[in-house]
């Protein structure tokens, strides 16, 4: 058994604002298991280091359930330890992309998915000052939705944000205030941004211990308010039932939840509850990226466009254009390198 941590470098084509902060390079771990990829996107404001990541895939615990039987995923991903979520995300990708290899077909495949079956993704539009927003509001022609990052700080500078978009753009458009206003201030703005037919809104209060300021949330609410979906607030399948009857969806990401095991238990509790599930991600690799992807038949909402913010993907995988998924065939994840047009 072969098993390589890979740091890289991901460099963003322009600076990407969100409430947490500004970046303008993300750090991943691609994990490699013999031919195997896994990647662990890792998200600043989540505190997962690099170190601390690939400490977790390279530890004795980790190794040694790696050393049984791997053509059991389910058994082998139920035996790893806990550790950081980013990096456990990057085993258990690394684990099916090699069990798919194994069988020879995608997972998606093995799954019993339909890829055409994916709903469209959307395409982020970070915070930014005005004519940098409308620039690329012009430049997302073509694409069927937008997702408008808000949680600038001033309330009033974020609605005219979300007048701005809907001025110049008819499709979809949601928004995602990354846990930036307090439930009173989500009260008063979200009533004023539904004028502008939102699909949803997406995490407009702060994540922390805070299921019960989702509940006094939709309480505030008048009725009839674009969807609630929880992120932040969302990590594993156990964080859904509390929210139940406050918010109206989730957001699952990978490297939040942990991989492809997880992610497909919080689609069955959502549904189980009556819930919409979005498929999300981080700034990440074609690697992550793509397999995600592998479960996008399975849910309402897609925001898989973390790689086309990137100057430097080394990999290549699936591909979003234009709002449109489109899955690879290869065996297991399907990803390749970005020199490799086998």
């Known amino acids: 058994m072969k098993v390589e941590a890979e740091l890289l470098e991901l460099k963003l084509k322009a600076p990407f604002g969100i409430a947490h902060g500004v970046s303008y390079s993300r750090q991943s771990v691609v994990f490699h298991l013999d031919d195997g990829l896994g990647e662990a996107a890792l998200a600043p404001y989540y505190g997962v280091t690099p170190e601390a990541a690939i400490s977790y895939m390279q530890s004795e615990a980790v190794l040694e359930v790696l050393s049984g039987d791997l053509s059991a995923p389910e058994h082998v991903l139920a035996a790893l330890p806990d550790g950081p979520r980013p990096a456990m995300a990057a085993?258990?990708?690394?684990?099916?992309?090699?069990?798919?290899?194994?069988?020879?077909?995608?997972?998606?495949?093995?799954?019993?998915?339909?890829?055409?079956?994916?709903?469209?993704?959307?395409?982020?539009?970070g915070l930014d000052d005005e004519d940098t927003i409308r620039r690329k509001v012009e430049e997302a022609e073509g694409w069927p939705i937008l997702k408008v990052k808000l949680g600038s700080g001033d309330p009033e500078a974020d609605v005219r944000t979300v007048r701005l978009v809907r001025e110049l753009f008819d499709g979809g458009i949601c928004v995602d205030a990354n846990s930036a206003w307090p439930v009173d201030v989500a009260a008063d703005v979200i009533p004023r941004l539904a004028e502008y037919d939102l699909m949803f809104v997406e995490q407009p209060i702060p994540w922390k211990g805070n299921v019960d300021g989702w509940h006094r949330l939709r309480e505030a609410l008048p009725p009839d308010m674009p969807p609630l979906i929880a992120d932040e607030s969302v990590h594993v399948a156990a964080d859904i039932p509390p929210l139940a009857g406050a918010v109206d969806g989730i957001n699952i990401k990978l490297a939040k939840c942990g991989g492809l095991r997880e992610a497909r238990r919080m689609i069955e509790v959502a549904r189980t509850l009556g819930m919409s599930v979005m498929l999300?991600?981080?700034?990440?690799?074609?690697?992550?990226?793509?397999?995600?992807?592998?479960?996008?038949?399975?849910?309402?909402?897609?925001?898989?466009?973390?790689?086309?913010?990137?100057?430097?993907?080394?990999?290549?995988g699936a591909r979003v254009e234009k709002g449109r998924l489109y899955m690879p065939d290869g065996p297991g994840l399907g990803v390749r390198p970005a020199g490799d047009e086998g």
């Open 91 to 125: 085993v258990d990708m690394a684990v099916h992309d090699l069990f798919g290899r194994a069988l020879g077909m995608p997972l998606y495949r093995l799954w019993g998915l339909d890829p055409d079956r994916a709903p469209m993704s959307s395409l982020t539009i």
């Open 280 to 316: 999300g991600c981080m700034v990440e690799s074609s690697v992550g990226i793509t397999a995600a992807a592998h479960l996008a038949p399975m849910v309402d909402y897609l925001d898989l466009d973390g790689n086309l913010l990137v100057t430097n993907d080394p990999y290549r």
